[in-house]
């Protein structure tokens, strides 16, 4: 083997929580998963079939780096329809390969060596890792259950430093289920201003929130200029396969990000683009209706598990419950591993969204009802025999 | 929430009373409460099941009869169309708009009893102008369910 040092920061990081799991679900034969990060629901046949059309027109050629102009001027209406959003089709949005490439490459555009990005947890596995491979150190605030798991201006000013160059926000959350309203915005977008941040806000699950309708920090006065809002269509759409996001922001951040986009992707899937634009047109009432299911599931899980001792803050966004286990006396990791082994239930530890996931797991209710009262019943039975264990 | 739960209801009209009061945020009493007057308002007009009878080693055969019928003074096609939807053998009575006036799904036996029904039946009513009878050979989708295929969930078992 060639002794040749490969890049020390990729070789470095950690392997991912959930890959653990995972390989021993998939050695399960009847395991139920409570894991999973996508919708269950197919993609709407009307999105598919713009596909199907889109390939027999032999469609299968490059498209403009920043993506078909027409999915880009259908986002932009998309965007304003739904969340008052301003951005222009030519200059302010590139389509990427996900929301992931999105993150990825808005983190390349901003920063330089030794650049302080601030990341809240739990949150998705990714900043980090993108932080330290665009050459920034990820600083990670622990956020708290007393407060919902929203984000704080105390707590963004403790991890402030000069080095600081900017804040990921990432609401309706994964794997918390928390948003941030217009007040809760309002503080940090305070903050960003007066210490000069960029706010990257990772909005993917801006469409599902229940209750509170979602809230841009893009649109709070005095930070457009200063954000970079990443979405995309797969958790809205059930598209998560297609691969299909978007950045959009003001042109000068957008005009680097495009170079990184155009030499590393070139341009995003032409199928999945000409299918996300039949989604970006017609998909709305789409939206609502799987809406409308995940948030009946949200209720009965938040009112099983507590029912059951599993303590829940009631989630307002994304589609996932992050109950406490602390009660049962067991580590976040010790939890999904026995409840896997005795009752074939897969649940993700809090700890795999960082450190201050301890104490918590991430249950996903992107099942059917059906399947998530079968897997809800095996936890009950496993949480009460923990606490006989206990009291014996 | 009314509309919410019949939307609810309609997929899956097995939903106990406690997991719809999960469900939408409320209770027991609230729930039973709200299908009881939907009931009696016949709003909802019953629970069924959807069986896919072909896999099923009962003989049954589905038809579909445009009829086209003279209205009666007065009563426009309601009179003859109760005529009609009340045998039996009618499952279902719409009213259309178009070339015929009266679709009428017919399930038998046989398509000879079918037949037999439409014959000695339908057709000899006074109002009834003309039938045309269509024998339904396969249902790939009933009442928004599809009947062939397998749901299985392909997703990775566990992803961020």
């Known amino acids: 083997m060639m002794n040749r040092e490969l890049n020390r920061i990729a070789a470095n990081i950690p392997p991912s929580g959930i890959r653990k799991f995972f390989d021993i679900v998939t050695t399960m034969e009847d395991a139920i998963s409570l894991g999973v990060g996508e919708p269950d629901f197919d993609t709407p046949w009307h999105i598919r079939e713009e596909g199907i059309y889109s390939l027999e027109r032999g469609r ?28 222009h089709y030519d200059t302010e949005i590139a389509v990427t390969v996900g929301g992931s490439e999105g993150i990825d490459a808005t983190l390349r555009t901003i920063l330089n060596p030794g650049d302080e990005v601030l990341v809240p947890e739990p949150s998705f596995v990714c900043y980090k890792p993108c932080v330290s491979l665009s050459g920034g150190i990820p600083v990670p605030i622990a956020l708290k259950v007393e407060n919902e ?51 990257i806000s990772d909005e993917i699950y801006a469409e ?20 970079i809002v990443v979405s995309g269509f797969s958790k809205a759409y059930a598209m998560t396969g297609w691969r299909i ?16 986009h155009q030499y590393a992707i070139m341009c995003s899937p032409t199928t999945s683009q000409y299918a996300a634009l039949e989604a970006a047109k017609n998909g709305d009432k789409d939206i609502e209706e799987m809406k409308g299911a995940y948030d009946q599931r949200r209720r009965l899980m938040v009112e099983y598990l507590n029912n059951m001792g599993l303590e829940c803050f009631e989630p307002q966004g994304a589609f996932y419950v992050f109950p ?22 897969a649940v993700v530890p809090g700890t795999a969204f960082g450190e201050s996931g301890e104490g918590f797991i991430r249950c996903s209710y992107a099942y059917s009802v059906d399947e998530l009262k079968i897997a809800l019943e095996r936890i009950e039975e496993f949480v009460a025999e923990i606490k006989e264990n206990k009291s014996k | 929430m009314k509309e919410q739960l019949l939307y609810a209801l309609e997929n899956h009209s097995k939903r106990t009373v406690k997991d719809l009061a999960a469900m939408f945020g409320t209770s027991e009493d609230v729930i039973s409460e709200e299908l009881t007057q939907m009931e009696k308002e016949r709003i909802i007009c019953g629970y069924h099941a959807l069986i896919n009878w072909d896999k099923t ?35 279902s009575v719409y009213l259309m708009s178009g070339g015929f006036d009266l679709t ?19 057709a000899p009513l006074e109002s009834v102008l003309s039938t045309a009878t269509h024998f339904v050979l396969k249902k790939y989708k009933d009442y928004g369910v599809i009947f062939e295929e397998e749901r299985k969930d392909e997703r990775m078992a566990v992803t961020p």
């Open chain 1, 245 to 260: 996001g978007y950045v959009v922001a003001p042109a000068h951040f957008i005009d680097v990000l495009k170079i990184i």
């Open chain 1, 60 to 87: 299968t050629f490059y498209t403009s780096n920043a993506g078909l102009v027409e999915l880009r001027q259908e986002i932009c209406k998309y965007l304003k329809r739904r969340f008052d959003l301003d951005y």
């Open chain 1, 149 to 199: 798991f929203r984000l704080t201006r105390a707590e963004v000013e403790e991890h402030l430093t000069e080095k600081t160059k900017a804040i990921i926000l990432s609401f309706p959350n994964n794997p918390t289920g928390a948003i941030m309203t217009r007040e809760d915005l309002q503080a940090i977008a305070d903050v960003a201003i007066e210490k000069d941040l960029i706010v």
């Open chain 1, 208 to 227: 599902l929130t229940y209750g509170e309708e979602h809230v841009s920090i893009a649109t709070l006065a005095g930070m457009r200029e200063r954000t």
């Open chain 2, 57 to 91: 080693n009962t003989d049954k055969v589905t038809a579909l009869i445009e009829v086209r019928v003279t209205p009666q003074r007065g009563e426009g096609f309601d009179k003859i169309a109760r005529r009609i939807y009340m045998f039996e053998e009618v499952k």
């Open chain 1, 324 to 345: 406490s286990i602390q009660s049962t006396g067991l580590t976040s990791e010790e939890f999904a591993t026995q409840l896997l082994k005795s009752k074939k239930v």
């Open chain 2, 104 to 122: 009428v799904i017919i399930e038998g036996a046989t398509m000879k009893e079918v037949a037999l029904f439409v014959g000695q039946k339908l």
